[in-house]
């Protein structure tokens, strides 16, 4: 077991703090207020290949090994101040381009993959519905067989970067009677495809800089050419991507807790009562070594699972427990932070307010705590 990071490693770190400080973290506050998407910082962090990361450089990508892009994304969690913008990357990236990257053909890469990892498209999966959002597999949204390919009906709901979109990877039922088991098939849909509209477009508590929507598949044909892997691949690809997705968001949530540390340290040795700093007072040096406990817990457990990717044959498991212990300990940490800062952690103007806000949702995307505390139940064979 070796825990160094390689000097190729904290350089990549490096340049994405360095970047995210000097190109992202601008006006933040204002574009939450306002709910923009800012379109143009998406760009700027495609140019950085945080949009491919993972992905082979013949295709545009970073070129990055799995700890190499958990440790990307730990760097952009803590560098970028915009949780919606590090948000919608990382949904582009872990639960889009790179299913399309390990399932599609070769001939599919070829033609989306650059696009994907040069931030000219904008990628989104979409398989929750209004009906059925913990049972993901028990859909409503259909794909029948037409001519050379599928029409597609339903409604997909809370898609991140739904309205942005330009590719979305689409789950539907083909066969009511397999379900789960080989019943529900991936589907890439261009988004100018005719039937295709976004219904809605949500206004949340957080992440408001990430742009949630209700999208309608309304008679859409789908030829042949545009499922991904095969009919019936739907639950291995997703179960596939959501391993991906809950240990690089774990990852930009180290990133976010190691910077709230950092502002509460400064903080609490700063501010004064009854003639000394904040931190010397037990109970509060006490809350953040708690903090700084979780932290590298977190830290761990992501690591662990980024170490098991396309190795460890249970690291749906690992996945399930990062993603629970980490998102859970984001929420205690920003809720900790925002109380030792007292009514400044409130105010806008000191962005912990904006930080709890956009952690909040961290126990509900990607499977909720519950969802993942099933799945560690079932390799527990409870
Ligand atoms: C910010 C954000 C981004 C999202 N992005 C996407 C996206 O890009 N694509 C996409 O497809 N979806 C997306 N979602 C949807 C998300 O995956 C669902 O919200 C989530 O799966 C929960 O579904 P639900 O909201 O319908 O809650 P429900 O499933 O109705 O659950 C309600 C409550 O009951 C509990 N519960 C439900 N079933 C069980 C069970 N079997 N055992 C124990 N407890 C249970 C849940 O844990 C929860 O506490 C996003 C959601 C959010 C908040």
Redesign the pocket.
């Known amino acids: 077991m070796n825990f160094t990071i390689s000097v190729e490693q904290k350089a990549i770190q490096l340049s994405i703090i360095e970047f995210c400080k000097t190109e992202l973290n601008n006006n933040v506050w204002e574009r939450d207020k306002l709910n923009l998407f800012p379109r143009d910082l998406w760009h700027k962090c495609a140019g950085q290949k945080l949009t491919g990361l993972a992905i082979g450089t013949e295709y545009g990508g970073a070129g990055l090994d799995p700890i190499s892009t958990i440790l990307a994304m730990e760097a952009f969690g803590y560098g970028c101040e915009d949780g919606g913008l590090s ?1 919608s990357v990382a ?1 582009h990236l872990f ?1 889009t381009v790179i299913p399309i990257w390990k399932y599609a053909s070769e001939e599919q890469k070829s033609k989306l993959l650059p696009s994907l990892c040069s931030g000219k498209k904008h990628g ?5 519905e ?1 009906e ?5 597999f028990n859909m409503n949204t259909t794909a029948i067989k037409h001519n050379d390919g599928y029409i597609l009906n339903g409604t ?7 309205s942005e979109a330009d590719t979305i990877l689409v789950y539907a039922l083909t066969d009511k009677e397999k379900g789960f088991f080989g019943g529900i098939t991936p589907f890439i849909i261009d988004t100018k495809t005719n039937g295709f509209s976004v219904e809605k477009i949500f206004n ?1 508590m957080g ?1 408001k800089t ?1 742009i ?1 929507s209700q999208l309608k598949f309304d008679n859409v044909f789908v030829p042949k050419e545009n499922i991904l892997n095969h009919v019936g691949s739907g639950a291995t690809i997703f179960s596939y991507s959501m391993d991906w997705e809950r240990i690089g968001i774990a990852a930009l949530h180290v990133g976010v807790m190691q910077k709230l540390i950092e502002q509460v340290i400064t903080f609490a040795q700063n501010r004064q009562s009854q003639g000394e700093s904040l931190s010397k007072k037990q109970v509060i040096a006490h809350r953040i070594s708690d903090m700084k406990v979780r932290l590298e817990a977190s830290r761990l457990l992501t690591y662990k699972a980024a170490a098991g990717i396309e190795i460890d044959k249970s690291n749906t498991l690992n996945a399930s427990i990062a993603k629970v212990f980490v998102s859970e300990s984001l929420i205690k940490t920003a809720t900790e932070t925002m109380h030792i800062f007292g009514a400044k952690g409130y105010l806008i103007e000191y962005d912990i307010e904006r930080t709890v806000r956009d952690s909040l ?1 961290s126990t ?8 993942q505390r ?1 799945i560690i139940s079932k390799y527990l064979e409870l």
């Open positions: 948000f949904a639960a989104a999966n979409a398989i929750t209004d059925n959002g913990s049972d993901v997909k709901t809370y898609i991140t970067n739904g949340k992440l990430c949630m949702a509900i995307y990607s499977g909720t705590s519950e969802i099933n």
